[in-house]
């Protein structure tokens, strides 16, 4: 009984604490750590090259023409249009391995001068130098980047995104298409009207 007595104060506060919730200054709690964190758009899930040449053609390049690919991955697409077609392009990745391998493989391919790889949030870009916007994310990425796609682009502008669609908004034009794996794949082509 003595003992127990004696550690009564301890038992006590344990049982205090374990009743509220105690968070020391400067820490945030989960649910505020998951609320700032981005949203994943898609995982890294490259697009077959048998799959690019096609969104590239779909996407109608021309002279002058500036592309935005958002979730650029490897960088595959951004090199491939400025190979094919010679024009600028930007690559936005949230990957830091991803954009230091996607500036390598511009250095090889030795159009480091007409591509950029950035390391960004998708949905924080800027897109109002884009003429051609390249997508392979997730169907409720797509829909958050419908908005910002129809507030920041010009008239003429077209977004190309492969197997996903934008919800209600309809393509102005989509193709299927087999890869190399006999997997079935669809490219959706949107044209920006104002």
């Known amino acids: 009984m003595k003992n127990l007595i004696r550690f009564l104060p301890l038992i006590f506060v344990v049982g205090l604490l374990s009743t509220i919730q105690i968070i020391p200054p400067g820490w945030q709690s989960e649910a505020f750590q998951a609320q700032s964190e981005p949203p994943v758009l898609a995982p890294f899930e490259p697009t077959p090259m048998e799959v690019v040449i096609p969104m590239l053609i779909l996407a109608d390049i021309r002279a002058g023409d500036v592309l935005y690919d958002l979730g650029s991955g490897d960088g595959r697409i951004v090199i491939a249009a400025a ?15 991803l954009v230091r391998e996607s500036r390598e493989k511009a250095r090889k391919e030795r ?15 800027d897109l109002s130098a884009a003429t051609i916007v390249t997508l392979y994310l997730y169907p409720d990425a797509n829909l958050l980047l419908r908005p910002i796609l ?24 989509s193709e299927k298409l087999k890869d190399n794996q006999g ?12």
């Open 111 to 125: 159009v480091e001068h007409l591509v950029e790889f950035r390391l960004q949030d998708a949905l924080t870009v």
């Open 150 to 173: 129809r507030k920041q682009l010009r008239a003429g502008a077209r977004v190309v995104s492969h197997d996903f669609d934008m919800g209600d908004w309809k393509p102005d034009k």
């Open 183 to 194: 997997e079935n794949h669809t490219i959706y082509l949107w044209r920006i009207k104002k």
């Open 83 to 97: 190979k094919r077609y010679g024009i600028r392009g930007v690559g936005v990745e949230i990957d830091p391995e």
